[in-house]
């Protein structure tokens, strides 16, 4: 703005002096016509002079303030963190503003304001006027519009608007079809609605990345994008796309690596030329409306595929998991939950050697686990097969998976005991074997377990004690996501005869919530709450585990005092056994409990005092033990109906019956006794004197009181008036 000031300064006297020679009215016409000429002379070398000043002082530079200040001052409506604070019209040089990125020669080619919370209505034709702007970085802001433009000009390359308020119909957007250099497109996390515009399919020949994801679009993918030859990354996910595209369009666009197609209502089978996606590395089709068998091969034998996650859970696929699967060498995720899939898992994906994650949760599938798994390695991270029809032993090389965070196999036909081994896993996180035949005990070496956060063993013959050692791994476990995967706890409606607090699914890719009612028909419970969430600890300091169900066993012993000292608990189910002994008197300790549940058992003496202090207590039941004694009052206990607390043998207080007081209906009142001489209740008439005398007296004298004190406030009232009026008088 220096240079441009001093170039106005000397464009203006070159102009005053000619103005002046123009004006001189002494000098005769024909004088001034000869002078003519030199006045235009002067003035075109005023012009040539002063482009050439504009020109070394920059004027590129100042072109650019403009601009840029013009989309801050028409697109910007807030900027709370002050992001764009440095963005001033007298800045010498745009390159040093925030989020401003520049070539060699000071021309701006980037512009990155990510997660900069700006708020406005986005004018993009204003960034369009930028000849040399190739890259927009907008994600996460909350701007919003429609990203129309009246310029048909476009020379962006990069263009990110992911995370914001973007509305309206995607084909009444920018024409993208003008941006013939357009490589990555990420309009992601919006709102727009309509079906994908056709001009898109005509960047094949550059588009390498499109993320349309989490939108409202609907429609399926337009016929342009059947030769696309760059495209490298497509992500539709999250939409409401339907058709059957999948061998019409994606089939033919083999240069892709990833393609995620997930929760939407894509319909028919998944191509068997998927084969021929030789550089294909993540395929997500989760969620959608699939139907068919799986293909025979998904990698060929050929060429090593680099195909290294698998995901088509919550669709309808039917027949077997085909041995295939063996020769994508890179394989590591694999996810065909929630299908109809039968038969066994077959040996060539037990033996993949780069295996981490096996879901397969929700089918018909049978079979057994090798005896001899993880031992010729340790990969498996995420072994979840629940709700299948899985047999035989869990096989004691399960120790062995050093790796393994979570392990789901409930509501299967697994028999034989517990291995004492899985107490060596310091990654486990969640332990699911409920729903089962297993029989035996609970290993105590389940305690080593530092990083368990979910033990889930109810539903099966389970005998002996409750092993104290569990406790041991309070204060080891550290605070943050632990999983790190989407679960959904299926709570028990509370109502009698509503058995058990619920039960902790894995939720990855899941969509269909409505099946979960019929795939876990708990008992006596016509309706149960779902709650979907990851699981974590929100402690400040390391915590212990937090959800403990051993429920519907044939447990004996007492309740371990060191319970008590699992601070970060939620969730204690240990109801329907046969435990005995008193309540221990650290279950107060317990300060995070939400359930506890100990029905069904042989428990007896007092509640303790202690429990009162459970202030986060929603669900409780002891029912059907024999307890006696008062419940403790104050605090969750007397929230809870009496059904919670019912069939003990001498319970009494809030919500049942008060102590002391006999259940059965209190026998008639005794006869008067006979009256005796001298007793004042034989003189009805003293008795009234005497109450006449002590009330009824009092209460004329007051009344007299009364009335005297309002008589004389109005005696007072009337003279101040008179003496007032008789003052006017005399004025």
């Known amino acids: 703005m220096v240079e441009n000031s001093r170039a106005q300064n000397i464009y203006y006297r070159i102009i005053t002096r000619s103005i002046l020679i123009s004006d001189l009215n002494n000098m005769k016409r024909k004088q001034l016509v000869l002078l003519l000429p030199c006045i235009t002379r002067i003035k075109l070398c005023a012009f040539v002079i002063l482009s050439v000043i504009c020109c070394s002082f920059g004027e590129d530079g100042d072109d650019q303030v403009l601009k840029l200040m013009a989309f801050k001052n028409s697109s910007v409506e807030s900027d709370p963190r002050g992001f764009l604070t440095n963005w001033t019209p007298d800045s010498t040089s745009v390159c040093s503003w925030n989020g401003v990125h520049c070539s060699e020669n000071g021309e701006v080619v980037k512009l990155d304001i990510t997660n900069a919370t700006l708020v406005g209505h986005l004018h993009i034709s204003d960034l369009m006027l930028l000849p040399n702007l190739t890259e927009l970085h907008f994600g996460g802001n909350s701007f919003y519009g429609n990203l129309s433009s009246s310029i048909n000009t476009c020379t962006f390359e990069f263009l990110d608007f992911s995370a914001n308020n973007f509305s309206g119909d995607l084909t009444a957007a920018l024409d993208f079809g003008s941006c013939r250099n357009l490589r990555k497109l990420n309009l992601s996390s919006n709102e727009f609605h309509g079906e994908i515009p056709r001009g898109l399919g005509r960047l094949c020949g550059t588009l390498e990345e499109l993320d349309l994801s989490d939108n409202d679009l609907t429609g399926g993918l337009p016929s342009t994008f059947e030769f696309c030859s760059s495209l490298l990354s497509l992500n539709l996910g999250n939409n409401q796309l339907s058709g059957n595209f999948l061998s019409t369009i994606i089939g033919s666009i083999t240069t892709l690596r990833f393609l995620h197609l997930p929760f939407n209502n894509i319909s028919g089978s998944i191509p068997q030329s998927f084969t021929n996606f030789t550089q294909l590395q993540v395929l997500d089709l989760g969620a959608n409306a699939l139907t068919g068998d799986l293909p025979l091969e998904f990698c060929s034998s050929e060429v090593q595929s680099p195909l290294d996650t698998i995901i088509l859970a919550d669709n309808y696929l039917t027949g077997t998991i085909p041995t295939g699967l063996g020769l994508c060498k890179n394989l590591r995720v694999i996810n065909l939950s929630f299908n109809a899939i039968s038969g066994p898992i077959p040996s060539e994906i037990w033996a993949h050697p780069k295996l981490s994650d096996i879901v397969m949760w929700g089918n018909n599938i049978t079979g057994e686990i090798p005896q001899d798994i993880c031992s010729t390695g340790a990969n498996i991270k995420t072994m979840i097969l629940n709700n299948n029809l899985i047999t035989g032993k869990i096989p004691v090389s399960i120790g062995n998976c050093t790796n393994l965070v979570t392990l789901s196999l409930f509501s299967n036909r697994l028999t034989g005991e517990i291995p004492p081994g899985i107490g060596n896993l310091a990654n486990l996180t969640v332990l699911q074997f409920g729903d089962n035949f297993l029989t035996g005990g609970i290993p105590p070496e389940l305690g080593r377990s530092t990083s368990l956060v979910c033990l889930e063993l109810s539903d099966n013959f389970l005998t002996g004690e409750v092993p104290s050692e569990l406790a041991n791994q309070t204060g080891l476990l550290v605070a943050g996501i632990a999983p790190k995967r989407t679960f959904v706890f299926l709570k028990n409606g509370i109502r009698a005869g509503c058995i058990g607090s619920g039960r902790l699914i894995e939720l990855e890719g899941i969509k269909r919530m409505s099946k979960l009612y019929d795939l876990f028909p708990f008992r006596n419970c016509a309706v149960f709450r779902i709650h979907p969430g990851n699981v974590y600890y929100a402690s400040e300091r390391n915590g212990s585990m937090i959800h403990i169900d051993l429920s519907h066993n044939d447990l004996t012993g007492t309740i371990p005092e ?108 005794p006869p008067p006794p006979p009256r005796v001489e001298g007793d004042s209740s034989a003189f009805p008439l003293r008795g009234f004197a005497l109450y006449f005398v002590i009330g009824y007296v009092p209460f004329l004298v007051s009344s007299f009181c009364i009335f005297t004190f309002c008589f004389d406030l109005k005696c007072a009232k009337l003279e101040w008036y008179r003496i007032k009026v008789q003052r006017r008088k005399r004025k």
């Open 562 to 669: 060191s319970i008590g000292s699992m601070y970060s608990l939620r969730i204690l189910n240990l109801g329907h056994n046969r435990l005995n002994g008193n309540l221990p008197a650290s279950l107060g300790g317990l300060r995070s409990l939400s359930t506890l549940d100990l029905s069904y058992n042989r428990i007896d003496g007092s509640i303790p005092g202690t429990m009162q202090m459970l202030s986060f207590l929603t669900d409780m039941d002891v029912s059907n033990n024999d307890l006696v004694g008062q419940i403790p009052m104050g605090g969750q206990l007397s929230t809870f109906p009496a059904s919670r607390f019912e069939n003990n043998s001498g319970l009494c207080g809030i919500p049942l019956p008060l102590c002391g007081r006999s259940r059965n209906p209190p026998p008639p009142p």
